[in-house]
């Protein structure tokens, strides 16, 4: 193939993939800055939740995003979770760093303001090592983090933590 058209291949591709790169750039920057807010979190499927108040740093690069958040629980419990994504497009892929201290490996897709995730943790949780991660942004100051699991017992779907947080 003759070099101009290698180079018209190139910039064709180019063209393309810029404006996904463009709209995750833009998105992963709305995620950016600091966080705080409260919600839910079940240590365990059965078990009673636990209300926690959590605050997240969040930072934004070209094509990726790093989380790092502390929730406190019943005054005395105080966890820190993390996650690392690339944006490859609107896929991502990453790891989450939970509770405990294990790393569990994200992978999914950006679904208008929500990445929506697979997780497969690093041991068994709930009776297996798969679980659903949502970071979705909500209006211009919030950020709404859900993890959804399902119930070994009754195979039905259960959310294991539903944090709401509005910047600042």
Known sequence: MPLTARLLCVALVLSFAAPAL????AFLHSLAGNWSGKG??????????ISVN????????VASVSMKATCRGMLVVNRTISADL????????????GPAGGRSTLSGRRKGD??????????????????????????????????????????KTVTTSDIALNRG
């Open 22 to 25: 463009a709209d995750e750039r």
């Open 40 to 49: 839910t979190v079940i240590m365990r499927i059965g078990t009673p939740a």
């Open 54 to 61: 959590c605050r997240l740093r969040s930072t934004a690069g």
């Open 86 to 97: 690339t944006a490859r497009g609107n896929r991502y892929v990453g790891i989450y760093v």
């Open 114 to 155: 929500a990445i929506d995730l697979a997780v497969r943790w690093n041991k068994i949780v709930n009776g297996d090592r798969a679980a659903e991660m949502i970071i979705e942004k909500v209006g211009a100051s919030g950020l709404r983090l859900r993890t959804i699991d399902r119930d070994p017992s009754t195979g």
